[in-house]
């Protein structure tokens, strides 16, 4: 059972170079989160979607684009790579209000913007 | 708009002292609460899930409870240890899963 699993685990990026940080889980949640982390900051909602084709902004959206096509997947795009971006990202997913509502997380993409 | 603040921020204490890591939310329409602890540069690890209709969870050393009335959870660590320190955060899971800031704990020796 292989739970969320996150690719890259580390990049770096040049400033207006693009990317789409990959997200995967395999136990069937129709919640999927995106959150990025700031050094010594919590974690912050980028986006979230509650089911296969639909998405909705979190806290901060700005500069970022998802989308949910199946309910395994769940892409988080950057299309102009800014120096802000740099950050941790973590992508999960739980299936809220059923028997198994526990959150679990990806490891975790490193994202240098330079 | 759930808000959930956690007390204290950071945290200090000699190794074997029992402690109480606070965590307040403020809309009661939760599915669940749970508690994850995260090491620095890591990633985060479940502790504790607790669903609304529960009142605690226990997990060796660990005890969380739920008071969903009062939008408040408690994670208590019995007989800390140094491999305790770690960022403690808590999540509140309604229409989306809102995370506390975080409580940072050191052991001491």
């Known amino acids: 059972n292989a739970g969320v699993t996150q690719t890259p685990k580390f990049r770096i990026l040049k400033i207006g170079q693009s990317m789409t940080l990959q997200c995967t889980q395999d136990?069937?949640?129709?919640?999927m989160y995106w959150y990025r982390q700031d050094p010594g900051m919590g974690l912050k909602l980028i986006y979230y979607s509650v089911g296969a084709g639909i998405t909705d902004k979190g806290e901060v959206p700005n500069g970022y684009n998802v989308s949910r096509s199946t309910t395994e997947d769940f892409p988080l795009r950057l299309e102009l790579a800014a120096p802000s971006q740099t950050s941790v990202y973590f992508c999960?997913?739980?299936?809220?209000?059923?028997?198994?509502?526990?959150?679990?997380f990806g490891q975790g993409t490193r994202l240098t913007v330079v | 708009k759930q808000e959930v603040t956690q007390i204290p921020a950071a945290l200090s204490v000699p190794e074997g002292e029992n402690l109480v890591l606070n965590c307040s939310f403020t809309?009661?329409?939760?599915?669940?609460l749970q508690w994850f602890r995260q090491d620095p540069g890591k990633g985060l690890t479940s502790l504790l899930l607790i669903q609304s209709s529960q009142r605690e969870q226990t997990s060796g050393r660990l005890n969380a409870s739920l008071d969903k009335s009062s939008g408040r959870s408690t994670l208590y660590i019995a007989a800390s240890q140094p491999g305790d320190s770690a960022t403690y955060l808590c999540?509140?899971?309604?229409?989306?899963?809102?995370f506390g800031t975080g409580t940072q704990l050191k052991v001491e020796l």
């Open positions: 809309d009661s329409a939760i599915y669940n």
């Open positions: 136990m069937n949640h129709n919640y």
């Open positions: 999540a509140v899971v309604g229409n989306k899963l809102t």
């Open positions: 999960a997913s739980s299936s809220p209000g059923t028997v198994n509502t526990e959150a679990f």
